[in-house]
Protein backbone atom coordinates (compact mmCIF):
# COMPACT_ATOMS: atom_id res chain seq x y z
CA UNK A 1 0.00 0.00 0.00
CA UNK A 2 2.61 2.50 0.78
CA UNK A 3 4.54 1.96 -2.67
CA UNK A 4 1.02 2.40 -4.80
CA UNK A 5 0.90 5.74 -2.67
CA UNK A 6 4.18 6.26 -3.17
CA UNK A 7 3.97 5.44 -7.12
CA UNK A 8 0.35 7.82 -7.09
CA UNK A 9 2.31 11.01 -5.43
CA UNK A 10 5.62 10.26 -7.91
CA UNK A 11 2.84 10.27 -10.95
CA UNK A 12 0.62 13.00 -9.67
CA UNK A 13 4.17 15.23 -9.43
CA UNK A 14 5.61 14.48 -12.89
CA UNK A 15 1.84 15.44 -14.26
CA UNK A 16 2.15 18.71 -12.79
CA UNK A 17 5.04 19.20 -13.88
CA UNK A 18 4.26 18.70 -17.73
CA UNK A 19 1.62 20.84 -17.23
CA UNK A 20 3.57 23.32 -16.15
CA UNK A 21 6.09 22.97 -18.42
CA UNK A 22 3.45 22.92 -21.25
CA UNK A 23 2.40 26.53 -19.70
CA UNK A 24 5.89 27.82 -19.98
CA UNK A 25 6.22 27.01 -23.38
CA UNK A 26 3.34 28.68 -24.82
CA UNK A 27 3.43 32.28 -22.57
CA UNK A 28 7.09 32.22 -23.96
CA UNK A 29 6.13 31.55 -27.33
CA UNK A 30 3.26 33.75 -27.06
CA UNK A 31 5.99 36.55 -25.32
CA UNK A 32 8.71 36.11 -28.62
CA UNK A 33 5.92 36.53 -31.16
CA UNK A 34 6.18 32.93 -32.35
CA UNK A 35 3.51 31.48 -34.33
CA UNK A 36 0.78 29.33 -32.74
CA UNK A 37 1.80 25.78 -32.23
CA UNK A 38 -2.13 25.11 -34.44
CA UNK A 39 -2.71 21.45 -36.31
CA UNK A 40 -4.04 20.49 -39.71
CA UNK A 41 -7.29 19.44 -37.79
CA UNK A 42 -9.86 22.15 -37.99
CA UNK A 43 -11.81 19.76 -35.45
CA UNK A 44 -10.35 17.82 -32.92
CA UNK A 45 -10.12 14.11 -33.10
CA UNK A 46 -9.55 13.53 -29.19
CA UNK A 47 -11.59 15.89 -26.97
CA UNK A 48 -12.79 13.90 -24.16
CA UNK A 49 -11.91 10.83 -22.11
CA UNK A 50 -14.42 8.01 -20.62
CA UNK A 51 -17.30 10.70 -21.83
CA UNK A 52 -15.40 13.21 -19.66
CA UNK A 53 -14.77 16.56 -21.71
CA UNK A 54 -13.36 20.29 -20.44
CA UNK A 55 -15.41 21.98 -18.35
CA UNK A 56 -17.98 19.42 -16.50
CA UNK A 57 -17.65 19.59 -12.80
CA UNK A 58 -15.73 17.12 -10.71
CA UNK A 59 -19.25 16.25 -9.44
CA UNK A 60 -20.43 15.08 -13.19
CA UNK A 61 -16.37 13.24 -13.59
CA UNK A 62 -17.24 11.21 -10.10
CA UNK A 63 -20.84 10.31 -10.55
CA UNK A 64 -20.01 9.10 -14.24
CA UNK A 65 -16.26 7.46 -12.80
CA UNK A 66 -16.92 6.51 -9.00
CA UNK A 67 -14.89 7.50 -6.74
CA UNK A 68 -11.08 8.30 -7.12
CA UNK A 69 -8.49 6.24 -5.90
CA UNK A 70 -7.12 9.63 -5.02
CA UNK A 71 -9.21 12.64 -4.10
CA UNK A 72 -8.21 16.35 -3.64
CA UNK A 73 -9.96 19.69 -4.06
CA UNK A 74 -8.03 20.56 -7.42
CA UNK A 75 -7.52 17.11 -8.66
CA UNK A 76 -9.02 13.38 -8.83
CA UNK A 77 -6.89 10.54 -9.54
CA UNK A 78 -8.14 7.18 -11.16
CA UNK A 79 -6.08 4.13 -11.84
CA UNK A 80 -8.43 2.06 -13.82
CA UNK A 81 -6.28 -0.92 -14.20
CA UNK A 82 -2.58 -1.63 -13.71
CA UNK A 83 -1.76 -0.39 -17.41
CA UNK A 84 -4.70 2.52 -17.37
CA UNK A 85 -4.70 5.76 -15.17
CA UNK A 86 -6.14 8.83 -15.69
CA UNK A 87 -5.84 12.33 -13.72
CA UNK A 88 -8.84 15.14 -13.91
CA UNK A 89 -7.47 18.62 -12.49
CA UNK A 90 -10.12 21.62 -11.31
CA UNK A 91 -10.36 24.86 -11.29
CA UNK A 92 -11.68 27.18 -8.27
CA UNK A 93 -15.27 26.75 -9.82
CA UNK A 94 -14.61 22.74 -9.93
CA UNK A 95 -14.58 22.62 -13.51
CA UNK A 96 -12.30 20.08 -15.37
CA UNK A 97 -9.14 22.16 -17.28
CA UNK A 98 -6.84 18.99 -17.48
CA UNK A 99 -7.54 15.74 -18.31
CA UNK A 100 -4.61 13.37 -18.48
CA UNK A 101 -4.40 9.76 -19.40
CA UNK A 102 -1.40 7.18 -19.01
CA UNK A 103 -1.20 3.88 -20.50
CA UNK A 104 1.88 1.70 -19.71
CA UNK A 105 2.60 -1.26 -22.25
CA UNK A 106 -0.60 -1.46 -23.84
CA UNK A 107 -3.67 -0.44 -24.64
CA UNK A 108 -3.35 3.44 -25.87
CA UNK A 109 -5.18 4.88 -28.37
CA UNK A 110 -2.93 5.18 -32.35
CA UNK A 111 -1.48 8.50 -31.78
CA UNK A 112 -3.34 9.14 -35.43
CA UNK A 113 -6.63 9.29 -33.80
CA UNK A 114 -5.52 11.83 -30.78
CA UNK A 115 -3.11 14.24 -32.96
CA UNK A 116 -3.49 13.52 -36.42
CA UNK A 117 -1.11 11.78 -39.25
CA UNK A 118 2.25 12.61 -38.47
CA UNK A 119 4.06 12.42 -35.51
CA UNK A 120 7.30 13.44 -34.23
CA UNK A 121 9.70 10.93 -33.76
CA UNK A 122 12.74 11.28 -31.68
CA UNK A 123 16.40 9.97 -32.17
CA UNK A 124 15.18 7.66 -29.42
CA UNK A 125 11.87 6.20 -31.02
CA UNK A 126 9.78 8.57 -28.07
CA UNK A 127 6.61 9.83 -30.07
CA UNK A 128 5.66 13.43 -29.22
CA UNK A 129 2.99 15.87 -30.63
CA UNK A 130 1.17 18.81 -29.38
CA UNK A 131 -2.25 20.15 -31.37
CA UNK A 132 -3.73 23.64 -30.53
CA UNK A 133 -7.73 24.08 -31.59
CA UNK A 134 -7.82 27.90 -31.01
CA UNK A 135 -11.29 27.97 -31.56
CA UNK A 136 -11.82 25.75 -28.63
CA UNK A 137 -8.97 26.92 -26.16
CA UNK A 138 -7.51 23.73 -25.43
CA UNK A 139 -4.81 21.71 -26.61
CA UNK A 140 -4.21 18.33 -26.85
CA UNK A 141 -0.70 16.19 -26.82
CA UNK A 142 0.21 12.99 -27.06
CA UNK A 143 3.88 11.63 -26.14
CA UNK A 144 5.06 7.90 -25.87
CA UNK A 145 8.32 7.27 -23.79
CA UNK A 146 10.95 5.36 -25.50
CA UNK A 147 11.53 2.68 -22.23
CA UNK A 148 9.99 -0.62 -22.24
CA UNK A 149 7.61 -0.99 -21.31
CA UNK A 150 6.55 2.58 -23.20
CA UNK A 151 4.21 5.25 -21.45
CA UNK A 152 2.00 6.91 -23.21
CA UNK A 153 0.64 10.02 -21.89
CA UNK A 154 -2.43 11.87 -23.64
CA UNK A 155 -3.10 15.61 -22.36
CA UNK A 156 -6.11 17.52 -23.00
CA UNK A 157 -5.99 21.11 -21.66
CA UNK A 158 -7.45 23.92 -21.63
CA UNK A 159 -5.74 27.56 -22.15
Given at each position: ????????CTALSAI??????????????????????????????????????????????????????????????????????????????????????????????????????????????????????EAQRFWV???????????????????
Open positions: MRNSKRAITILLLAGASIFAQRARTGAAPLTGAQPQPLFSEYKGIGLGMTADQVRAKLGTPTVKANDQDYYEFSDIESAQFAYDKMLKVVTISIDYSGAGAPDYRNVVGPSIDERDDGSLYKLVRYSYCRSAGSPPIVTITIQKF
